[in-house]
Each structure stands twice: as C-alpha cells, then as structure tokens.
C-alpha cells in the first residue's frame, strides 16, 4: 500500500515535467512562425540613359491674319476652316463699288500730268527763244512735279482699293480659322487665318537641371496621339535664356518639318529628348509599394534580420525594373515577395 502512495506522486510530476517542456517548444515554434517570409534580392548601380519626357501641343511655325484695310462687305470667301491654301491663293471677293470712282480719279490726273507736261514742254522752248522767261518756266516745273505726285496717289489709291476687294494668302498654309459669311461686313477680327505648317513647331518647359543638357541643335523624338507609336524626328531649334518665375522652367522650342502636312495645330504632342546618362540604382518593380491615399512609393530593404522601409523617388521605368534617384544604397538587399505582412522594423525571415 505504501509502494502506492509514494509511486502516485513520482507519476504527477513527471506528467507535469513533460507538460511544460511541451508548452515551452509549442510557444518556440510560435514565434519563430510568426516572423514573415519574404524573398529579397541584391540591388546595384546601372548605367541608365536619361531620358527627358514632355507634352505640349503644336504651334504653326507663321500665322497669317487676312483682312481687309477698311469696313467692307464680303461678296465671296473661297476657302473653309481645315483647307490647305497655296501662296498667292485667292480667297476672299470684296464688294468693289468705290473702284470705279478711284480708277477715274487715276485717269484724271494723268490727263491733267499730260496737259502739265505739254505746257512745260512749250515754257521750256519758248525760252530757248527769247520768248519766254525763266520764272515761267521754274514754275511749270513745280507744277510738273505736283502732276507726278498726284498721279502717284491716286494709282496707290486704287492699288490699295484692289488689293482690299480680292484677298490672297501671302504663304502657303491651312486655314484655322473663318470668322465670318458672305454678306458680312468685315470688322476688328480677321476675315480668315492662315497657318504654315511647313515646318510645325512644340514648346516645352524643361527645369533648371536639365538646361544645361538641352542644347540647339540636338535631336528629339516627337509622337502623337492621332498617330499612335509612330516616331517623327525633330529638332531643338531654340532655348530660351530666361526662366519663367511661375513654373521655373525654361522654354525650348522644338521643330518638326512635316513635309506631308499630317501634323496639324492643336495636336497633342510627346518629346523625348536623350540627357545623357547616369548611375542609379535599379530594382525589380515587385520590390516597390505605393503608399494608399498618396503618390509616395516605398521599398523594403533587408538588413540584420529586419526590413526598413524607405521613402524612394521612382525615375524611369525600365521593362520590369524601375530607376530610384533615390532611398536605397548599392549592394542593398530589397524585399520583393512577402510585402503585405511587413512593417517598418519587422523581423523576417529569407525564403530559401
């Protein structure tokens, strides 16, 4: 009975002993799983090509307004909104009612420039012959000199009058803009405004760390929205000296010589200028995590069993990586599988 009584207690403290050794290696285990997988990879400098990226829309390279001298009524206007004009082209009839009147004006005074001449003519040979005096002849001589000038301005009357009732384009181009109908009478705005788009030009703002990089003369690639991925060639072909206080850019000008016309004023335009290039930092784009509600993105890098994550200022995308300006070292481990379970100062653990 006694073996009984002492052997009872020997039992409980064995299942006891055993008891806590098993809740000491579960409670191990637990935390070892709580620590995150996650995959890193090693992330270094690249040569990377600067690519500069800009949006405007396009500009004519001249701009023609067509109008008349004077108030006049339009009997004809020969062209419409969006049609190619040649130099020369006629494109408005103006009413001529007042062109009989300056053209008798014209006929006026060279007959009275005849009649002067004559009368000079004889002045001048009477005093070869005693019969007449030198003051006569000084003053048919003023008086043949005023004949001349009036005759000159009643042709560039008439010359103006004429050039008023049918108006040309002075260049060739397309027509952006038709202000009025038939029958109108012309007022302060144009009749018609004609564009050269032979070449077209694009004005971006580049910032003051790219001035020094942009350069007259260098080439640049141009695309459009109307044309898709379809590449045009252009040319910088003016750097403005001074910056705009507002945006603190500078403006360039870029052209672009459309032989074909296919590129039109108000186009939607893309540039892409080549910077050069610089060493940066390059990581796979699964390691980078945009922050919800903001534009920030962010990396995970490992170190010493932790991640820390970093505010990264993204440059270009580069296939299935992305260029960092910023916020990550070279030779740094980054986190690019496991990122949904982390936070900054978390302890992880690699995932083989």
């Known amino acids: 009975m006694k073996k009984h009584i002492l052997a009872l207690p020997l039992l409980m403290m064995a299942v006891i002993t055993a008891c806590s050794g098993e809740k000491t290696d579960n409670s191990e285990q637990t935390q070892a799983e709580k620590k995150p997988l ?38 004809a206007i020969y062209v419409d909104e969006g049609m190619r004009v040649s130099k020369g082209q006629k494109l408005v009839v103006l ?30 040979e009477l005093l070869k012959i005693g ?32 050039e008023n009732t049918v108006l040309v384009s002075p260049i060739s181009g397309v027509v952006t803009a038709r202000n009025y109908d038939p029958g109108d009478m012309t007022g302060s705005m144009p009749v018609l405004t004609v564009a050269r788009v032979q070449p077209v030009k694009i004005v971006i703002n580049i910032s003051e760390s790219e001035l020094s990089k942009v350069k007259k003369g260098m080439p640049a690639i141009v695309t459009f929205d109307t044309y898709g991925d379809e590449q045009f060639q252009g040319t910088i072909t003016m750097v403005s000296p ?17 032989p074909d016309d296919r590129i039109l004023p108000g186009m939607f335009g893309r540039v892409k200028l080549n910077l050069g290039s610089a060493e940066h930092v390059v990581v796979p ?68």
């Open 131 to 162: 019969g007449g005096t030198q003051q006569n002849v000084d003053q048919m001589q003023l008086q043949l000199t005023n004949a001349k000038n009036a005759l000159a301005t009643a042709e560039r009357t008439l010359r103006n009058v004429t």
């Open 95 to 124: 009413d001529d009612v007042n062109t009989s009147t300056y053209e008798m004006q014209v006929a006026n005074a060279k007959a009275n420039l005849e009649n002067v001449q004559l009368n000079y003519d004889r002045a001048v």
């Open 285 to 352: 784009d699964m390691a980078v995590v945009k922050q919800p509600g903001s534009g920030n993105h962010y990396v995970y890098v490992y170190k010493d069993g932790k991640v820390s994550y970093n505010k990264v200022e993204l440059g270009q995308r580069l296939g299935d990586s992305y260029e960092l300006l910023s916020g990550v070292e070279p030779g740094s481990q980054v986190v690019v599988s496991g990122q949904s379970k982390l936070a900054d100062g978390a302890e992880v653990e690699i995932s083989k």
């Open 38 to 75: 996650v995959k890193v990879r090693t992330v270094e400098n690249r040569d990377v090509i600067q690519e500069g990226n800009y949006t405007a829309s396009v500009e004519p390279d001249l701009i023609n307004n067509i109008s008349s001298s004077a108030p006049n009524r339009i009997k």
């Open 242 to 258: 001074t910056v705009d206080t507002n945006s603190r850019t500078f403006g360039a000008e870029v052209t672009v010589q459309n």
